[in-house]
């Protein structure tokens, strides 16, 4: 298995540009979770899916955040419009439904400036 | 709310020593507790998974440990070698809340 993918790995966008970052997560895999890395406030939920279904999007700071789940084998988190607080490491994360251990991909390094 | 503090937050030890990173968790209704490793600019790597029934769980060099009751684990390195400078992350999940994590504890080890 790949595991989770996500893309892209970095992306750097100027301030008021709408962003979208994509994950692919473990094939089988029935929870998705979105988390943002800061140096200041360490990893923090964003949201999280189960079964395609949001189930708690109470990490999301603003509602220029916005997730989607259209399948079991993608989401995309969408920030729009950006501004240079959002800059962050964004990962995603996938895990089976009895929640035996998160698999983590690579993250997307975003800078907004 | 669940809330995870990692000590030390940072650790430097020569290569060779054995050392214990730590862990506490303010809610002891877990269902588990995962340890990762975090090199710098990377993603986050799963190292030992450790459900509410155990006590503990060892891979190779490390051993972690877990008494749900006092609301503690215990990362154990041994013979630390270079390669294993890192940030370790420490993360619980426990009822309906997803993994919480702490901040981390970043170790050097030096050569």
């Known amino acids: 298995d790949a595991g989770v993918i996500q893309s892209p790995r970095h992306e750097v966008t100027e301030m008021g540009q709408e962003v979208t970052l994509r994950c692919k997560p473990i094939s089988g895999h029935n929870s998705l979770f979105w988390y943002r890395q800061t140096m200041m406030r360490g990893l923090e939920l964003l949201i999280y899916f189960n079964n395609n279904v949001p189930i708690d999007d109470s990490g999301m700071p603003e509602d220029r955040f916005s997730a989607k789940m259209p399948n079991a084998s993608f989401s995309t988190l969408k920030i729009q419009p950006s501004e240079p607080r959002d800059s962050a490491v964004y990962f995603c994360?996938?895990?089976?439904?009895?929640?035996?251990?998160?698999?983590f991909g690579s993250g997307t390094r975003l800078t907004v400036v | 709310k669940q809330e995870v503090t990692q000590i030390p937050a940072a650790l430097s030890v020569p290569e060779g020593e054995n050392l214990v990173l730590n862990c506490s968790f303010t809610d002891s209704a877990i269902y588990n507790l995962q340890w990762f490793r975090q090199d710098p600019g990377k993603g986050l790597t799963s190292l030992l998974l450790?459900?509410?029934?155990?006590r503990e769980q060892t891979s190779g060099r490390l051993n972690a440990s877990l008494d749900k009751s006092s609301g503690r684990s215990t990362l154990y390195i041994a013979a630390s070698q270079p390669g294993d400078s890192a940030t370790y992350l420490c993360?619980?999940?426990?009822?309906?809340?997803?993994?919480?994590f702490g901040k981390g504890t970043r170790l050097s080890v030096i050569a």
């Open positions: 993360a619980v999940i426990g009822g309906n809340t997803p993994l919480v």
């Open positions: 450790i459900q509410s029934s155990q």
């Open positions: 994360a996938s895990s089976p439904q009895d929640s035996l251990g998160y698999t």
